[in-house]
C-alpha cells in the first residue's frame, strides 16, 4: 500500500537565485494522509519441493493459462492434478489448465505452439498400439583372426568358426521374435563374410523362416559384406546378387507372420525390415573387421508390443511426455504461459487467479522459456514472495518505537507531577 497527503499547506513559495543569493525552496506543511495506491507484487517467491508431478511453479515471468467456460484466467499457483476425463485442472476450482495437445503427421509427433490453446488431456491406462519392427542396426566387429570353416567341418569347428548376434524383433501383433544373424568367414576370399538370417530359429522347424533377403522375392537367407584394409565396411551383396557399396549398407529382410489373416494368395502377411550395416568407410555405429575379439552388437531396433500409459513428465518447457508399460514415450501436449507489459494492472479474480485488466495490457500466450517467459518447474510450488524475516523485524522495529514513545510520555507525566509537588 503506497499512501499520499491529503492537502499541502503552503508557508512559503519557493524563490529564484538572484546575483547575490541562491534559491529558497517552498516551505510546506502536508496535513492528512489517504491512500495513493495498493500495489500486488508480482515478485519470484522461493520454491517448496513437493514430488507431484502435476504440482507446477514458473521460476522467472509468467503465469498458467485456465479456463472456466469461455473465460479465461491466470495464475501462478500450480498445484494442479488430473479428474476422471484424464483433464489437468486445478483441483481446488475445476479450472481447465490450456496448453497445446500433440498431433502426429507422417508418424512425427509435433506441437503446434501457434495454435489456440486448448484444454490438456492425459490419458492414463490409455492404449500404445504395437509397432511391427521396421529397421534392425548392427554395429558389431568381426575378429579378423576367426578361422575359416573347412568342407565337412566338424561341429566344434564350425561353432569356432561362427559369430552368432540376436537380437529381439517384433510383427505387426506386437509378438516377441528372434533374430538370428550368424557370421562365417568366405573360405579362399579375403575380408569378406557370409551371413546366414533366421527369425525364431529355436521354433519347430518351419516355423517364421526367412523367405527373402534383397529387394526381390527368393528364398535366399544369406547375403555377404566385405571389408577395406583398414577395417571398415566396404560393401553388401543381398541374397538375389545386388550389391550395395555406397551411402547406407541396407539389406532389405523379409518373414512370414504366422496366424495373420491370409492375403488374397492364401499366404500369411510377409514382414519386411532393413537390417543395417553401417556407412561405407565409417567406424561409428557400423560393422567392423579388427584383429580383436568379436562382439555383439544389435544396438538398436525399432519395434515394440502393445503398452499402456502408466505414468507422464513434464520438463522445463511445459513438454507432457507419456511414459508407456511397454518401455514407449510419446508426446502428449505442452503447457502454455502468459505473459503481460504490466502485470501490476492484473485484476484478483478470487482463488489465486487473475483477469486482464484495460492497464495489464493483452495476454501474450506461448510456450516457456521464449519471449522473456520463465522455465516450469515440475514437482514443487512456488511460495509467497513475502519476506517473513524482514516483516518480524519491521514488527519488533514497531513495537519498540511505540514502547519507547508511550515511555516518553510516561516520563513527561512523571515530571509534571513532580512540578504540582514541589508547588504544594
Known sequence: MNFQDLLSQNLQGAARPTG???????????LGM??????????QGSLQTTGVVSDLAVQGNGYFVLKSGEKSFYTRAGAFGVDEAGTLVNPANGMRVQGWMARTVDGRQFVNTAADVEDLIIPIGSKDPAAATSEVFLASNLDKRTPEIPPGAGPAEIRDGTWTI??????TFGNLHTLRVNFTKLAGVNNQWQAQVTVDPDEATGTNTV??????NSAADTFTVEFDNFGAILRATDGVGDVIDTGELQVQVAFDVLGSTPGPAGAPIRQTFNLNLGTVGSMVNSMTQFAETSSTKAYRQNGYSMGYLESYQIDQSGRITGVYSNGTNRLIGQIALASFTNPGGLEKAGETTYVASSNSGEAAVGESLIAGKGKIISGALEMSNVDLAEQFTDMI???RGFQA??????????????????KR
Request: net charge negative; glycine share 8%; no cysteine.
Open 397 to 399: 522495529i514497531t513495537q
Open 20 to 30: 547575490d543569493l541562491g534559491g529558497v525552496n517552498p516551505k510546506q506543511v502536508g
Open 166 to 171: 540376436d537380437k529381439d524383433i517384433y510383427d
Open 211 to 216: 523367405v527373402d533377403i534383397g529387394t526381390q
Open 34 to 43: 489517504n491512500v495513493a495506491t495498493i500495489d500486488t507484487l508480482h515478485l
Open 405 to 422: 514513545n508511550s515511555r516518553t510520555i510516561q516520563t513527561s507525566d512523571q515530571m509534571l507531577q513532580e512540578l504540582l509537588t514541589l
